[in-house]
């Protein structure tokens, strides 16, 4: 088999060191937030497990369900779905649901009686950032009727949540306002007869600021990843690492223009090597301009604009070889670029960068860094959500190589069909 062009490498050593970082900060109340295809790491369940995660969060009952038929046995909770989203396999599937407004909670109490099943979900307010969960004013209301559900037997409340939105900055006053509001809310719960038991406020950012302390369980996407929205720790470590190789290589004579629009022009005799990668590859055209990559140890500027499929690396006095290596970021511990610094010279987010990076299967190939010994997994700890029947991910799943495109979905074996 061919390598290919380009690679995505995925540290499973820096990713289970983060999981037990984040644990310990977490009080040992750990979700694994894995949307988004794990934050454009792949298949990372049985390694965040194995590290410490209690539970999994996900967006979608899709991403939910995929990961039940990966034989994922651990807690999930989805929670974001709209209406007409499969509800009644998530029931079925054991899956906990977020619940942010009246439609939802109607809709979920009709799939979990269609399934014969009492629908555990999470009551989802609104503490202050103006998108997903019940605003305020609305939550009175959804409680109650929430209580005259669960008094069917369709639902149980299990959980109330919030999201804030300043908490990488743990000094904005937002934060006293939305603790208050979610404190109230879980008073609102109470004295509509509801008996939450998961009272979950911290994400990364507020877990490692201390914003959202005093809840749990903690829900961790970006800090399993090496990512600190809050800029203020330097102990978590980038899981990733992007290469790419050398398609063609020439002397270009002072005065040369490179790319689209000619936005750079060889100042003098220089060398250009052509990578074939691009935006289409998650490079942010942004960046153009900005860039550089590790070139035999030292940076070298990616000079042009971005193509869709190729960028040009100007190597100065040094012509490359065709097939050569060229490192575009990674954990910066041999001088190579970071996932920060393409986010600073993209003016964006670093988990834009993580997320973006390898849409087409035929270039980009993920693998799992094993080289250093497992953590073995904690004892003594309970799970935070309800625990279906299937057995927990095997670790011989996270030492495989796949492509980057998703597996295809299998039928779920016999323990989870019987659930």
């Given at each position: 088999?061919?390598?290919?062009?380009?690679?995505?490498?995925?540290?499973?050593?820096?990713?289970?060191?983060?999981?037990?970082?984040?644990?310990?900060?977490?009080?040992?109340?750990?979700?694994?937030?894995?949307?988004?295809?794990?934050?454009?790491?792949?298949?990372?369940?049985?390694?965040?497990?194995?590290?410490?995660?209690?539970?999994?969060?996900?967006?979608?009952?899709?991403?939910?369900?995929?990961?039940?038929?990966?034989?994922?046995?651990?807690?999930?909770?989805?929670?974001?779905?709209?209406?007409?989203?499969?509800?009644?396999?998530?029931?079925?599937?054991?899956?906990?649901?977020?619940?942010?407004?009246?439609?939802?909670?109607?809709?979920?109490?009709?799939?979990?009686?269609?399934?014969?099943?009492?629908?555990?979900?999470?009551?989802?307010?609104?503490?202050?950032?103006?998108?997903?969960?019940?605003?305020?004013?609305?939550?009175?209301?959804?409680?109650?009727?929430?209580?005259?559900?669960?008094?069917?037997?369709?639902?149980?409340?299990?959980?109330?949540?919030?999201?804030?939105?300043?908490?990488?900055?743990?000094?904005?006053?937002?934060?006293?306002?939305?603790?208050?509001?979610?404190?109230?809310?879980?008073?609102?719960?109470?004295?509509?007869?509801?008996?939450?038991?998961?009272?979950?406020?911290?994400?990364?950012?507020?877990?490692?600021?201390?914003?959202?302390?005093?809840?749990?369980?903690?829900?961790?996407?970006?800090?399993?990843?090496?990512?600190?929205?809050?800029?203020?720790?330097?102990?978590?470590?980038?899981?990733?690492?992007?290469?790419?190789?050398?398609?063609?290589?020439?002397?270009?004579?002072?005065?040369?223009?490179?790319?689209?629009?000619?936005?750079?022009?060889?100042?003098?005799?220089?060398h250009l090597a052509l990578l074939s990668l691009g935006y289409a590859d998650g490079l942010p055209r942004a960046a153009s301009g900005q860039a550089e990559v590790l070139v035999r140890g030292e940076r070298r500027p990616l000079v042009g604009r971005f193509s869709m499929d190729m960028v040009v690396v100007d190597t100065g006095g040094v012509l490359l070889r065709p097939g050569e290596r060229v490192t575009v970021f990674?954990?910066?511990?041999?001088?190579?670029?970071?996932?920060?610094?393409?986010?600073?010279?993209?003016?964006?987010?670093?988990?834009?960068?993580?997320?973006?990076?390898?849409?087409?299967?035929?270039?980009?190939?993920?693998?799992?860094?094993?080289?250093?010994?497992?953590?073995?997994?904690?004892?003594?700890?309970?799970?935070?959500?309800?625990?279906?029947?299937?057995?927990?991910?095997?670790?011989?799943?996270?030492?495989?190589?796949?492509?980057?495109?998703?597996?295809?979905?299998?039928?779920?074996?016999?323990?989870?069909?019987?659930?």
């Open positions: 088999m061919r390598s290919p062009a380009s690679e995505l490498v995925v540290h499973e050593d820096a990713l289970r060191e983060n999981t037990a970082r984040m644990r310990a900060l977490s009080g040992g109340r750990l979700m694994a937030v894995l949307k988004a295809d794990a934050f454009g790491h792949g298949d990372v369940a049985a390694a965040v497990l194995e590290a410490g995660a209690e539970s999994i969060g996900v967006t979608s009952i899709d991403e939910a369900l995929a990961l039940r038929q990966a034989d994922v046995g651990a807690p999930i909770l989805s929670w974001l779905n709209a209406p007409g989203a499969d509800f009644e396999t998530a029931v079925r599937e054991g899956i906990d649901l977020a619940v942010p407004g009246l439609e939802l909670l109607f809709e979920i109490a009709r799939a979990a009686r269609a399934a014969g099943a009492t629908a555990r979900v999470h009551l989802h307010i609104d503490v202050g950032t103006g998108r997903d969960g019940c605003p305020p004013r609305d939550w009175a209301t959804l409680c109650a009727l929430a209580r005259e559900q669960e008094a069917a037997g369709a639902i149980r409340v299990v959980g109330v949540m919030g999201h804030m939105s300043c908490a990488d900055d743990p000094l904005n006053g937002q934060n006293v306002r939305e603790r208050l509001v979610f404190e109230n809310a879980i008073r609102t719960a109470r004295r509509r007869a509801l008996r939450p038991h998961l009272l979950h406020l911290a994400a990364t950012a507020a877990t490692i600021t201390g914003a959202g302390a005093g809840y749990g369980p903690h829900r961790i996407g970006a800090g399993l990843f090496g990512i600190d929205p809050s800029r203020t720790t330097d102990v978590l470590r980038s899981a990733l690492t992007l290469t790419s190789t050398v398609v063609s290589s020439r002397e270009a004579p002072a005065g040369t223009g490179v790319g689209y629009g000619h936005d750079f022009v060889t100042p003098e005799r220089t990674g954990p910066g511990r041999d001088g190579e670029p970071t996932v920060a610094e393409w986010a600073a010279w993209s003016h964006t987010i670093e988990h834009e960068i993580v997320t973006a990076v390898g849409s087409r299967t035929s270039r980009i190939r993920r693998t799992l860094d094993t080289s250093t010994p497992r953590t073995p997994a904690p004892s003594g700890e309970t799970a935070c959500l309800s625990t279906p029947a299937a057995g927990s991910p095997s670790s011989e799943a996270a030492r495989t190589t796949s492509t980057r495109s998703p597996s295809p979905r299998r039928p779920p074996s016999r323990a989870l069909s019987a659930r």
